[in-house]
């Protein structure tokens, strides 16, 4: 079964869609996309791992993130400490739901969701498995890549995407590494080696500071979203086993 959902972060409409198992109260997760990304991701991976994740007994909350989607607000508003915001909300919904077991609960994150997911885990003492995919560990990388394109002014056109001076001037107090240190459950990073957007070495900063309980896995030849058949199949295939495992166990 998939519901179309809707919630508030901070009085703005979220869009969103839960995939829920035959058997419940589930364990449930909550998927964040990528920047510029959206619910369904590229190729329609986060569709794909939700669907996965039901029909193997776990639900999926897979939803937009203020400014992106189908969600209220606009992109140029959009930072890194909004979208941790929005994420603690649609974790907050998730574990309300008649249909979920709130003891059982975890995150996955795509590249800056993967930045996002590792803050949120950091903070909150009720994620009790973490995956983490092409996640950036130094997501001010992309202010740098951007500031000198402001100038005078507030927002600049990136490919088509307003994006705001608020994401540079945010970015630097993400600190990804330093916030996961706070998790300590159980936790999976899945990797392409050829990822163009985030280097395979953000990757093993994350298992170094997640400690024994991480798993890193890396793809070979991999890209950052997993755009072929074989990848693709391989990080859902992972991922479902880790999600599986953590929280039947939690």
């Not at 986060?46 to 007994?57: P, Y």
């Not at 001010?140 to 100038?151: M, T, W």
């Not at 890209?223 to 072929?228: D, G, R």
């Amino acid at each position: 079964m998939e519901l179309p959902l809707a919630f508030a972060s901070d009085g703005e409409q979220i869009i969103a869609v839960l995939h829920v198992p035959e058997h419940r109260p589930a364990p449930g997760i909550i998927m964040c996309h990528g920047f510029t990304g959206n619910k369904a991701e590229s190729h329609r991976i986060f569709v794909n791992m939700a669907r996965e994740l039901r029909d193997h007994g776990i639900a999926a909350l897979r939803f937009d993130f203020r400014g992106s989607g189908d969600s209220a607000g606009e992109f140029r508003e959009m930072t890194v400490s909004r979208e941790i915001a929005d994420a603690q909300a649609a974790f907050d919904l998730l574990a309300s739901r008649s249909e979920v077991d709130a003891s059982r609960l975890g995150v996955l994150g795509l590249s800056l969701g993967g930045c996002v997911a590792a803050c949120l885990a950091g903070q909150e003492p009720r994620v009790k498995a973490l995956a983490l995919w092409s996640a950036s560990a130094h997501p001010e990388r992309i202010g740098q890549r951007v500031a000198a394109d402001f100038g005078d002014k507030d927002v600049i056109d990136y490919q088509g995407w307003g994006l705001g001076r608020g994401f540079v001037d945010d970015v630097p107090n993400a600190r990804p590494l330093e916030r996961a240190r706070g998790y300590q459950g159980p936790s999976l990073v899945v990797h392409g080696t050829a990822d163009e957007s985030v280097p395979v070495s953000d990757a093993r900063e994350f298992s170094d500071v997640l400690g024994e309980q991480c798993r890193l896995h890396t793809i070979q030849g991999a890209s950052h979203v997993f755009n072929s058949l074989a990848w693709k199949s391989e990080a859902i295939r992972v991922t479902r086993e880790f999600f599986v495992e953590a929280l039947s166990a939690a």
